[in-house]
């Protein structure tokens, strides 16, 4: 069992930068990011594995975001910039001990409680 802590979402203006963390409670191989607006689906954000060598990005971050991990404290960070009032909502930690990387988030079995993110106009 793997537990995820996620934590750094808070209010910021359009155009501002923000990074979140996720502690895990292990090394894990396969770790994501997942978000959710009011009244819409999870969606994939970006992901990466375990060496940090592969990294994947939603086609709306691309360019704005960027993910990263640390596994010698075991946490991955995800940086965003450029923030807009659509990147709004709960961001996840997501991890799975597959050995690749998903950005289907059925392919992760481990998930954090959320942190929220909201990007004022």
């Known amino acids: 069992q793997v537990q995820l802590v996620e934590s750094g979402g808070v209010l910021v203006q359009t155009g501002g930068s923000l990074r979140l963390s996720c502690a895990a409670s292990?090394?894990?191989?396969?770790m994501g990011w997942f978000r959710q607006a009011p009244g819409k689906e999870r969606e994939f954000v970006a992901a990466i594995n375990l060496s940090g060598s592969a990294t994947y990005y939603a086609d709306s971050v691309k360019g704005r975001f960027a993910i990263s991990r640390r596994n010698a404290n075991n946490t991955l960070y995800l940086q965003m910039n450029s923030l807009k009032p659509e990147d709004t909502g709960v961001y996840y930690c997501a991890a799975d001990g597959k050995f690749y990387v998903s950005r289907d988030r059925r392919e992760y079995h481990y998930w954090g409680q959320g942190t929220q993110v909201t990007v004022s106009s």
């Open positions: 292990s090394l894990i191989y396969a």
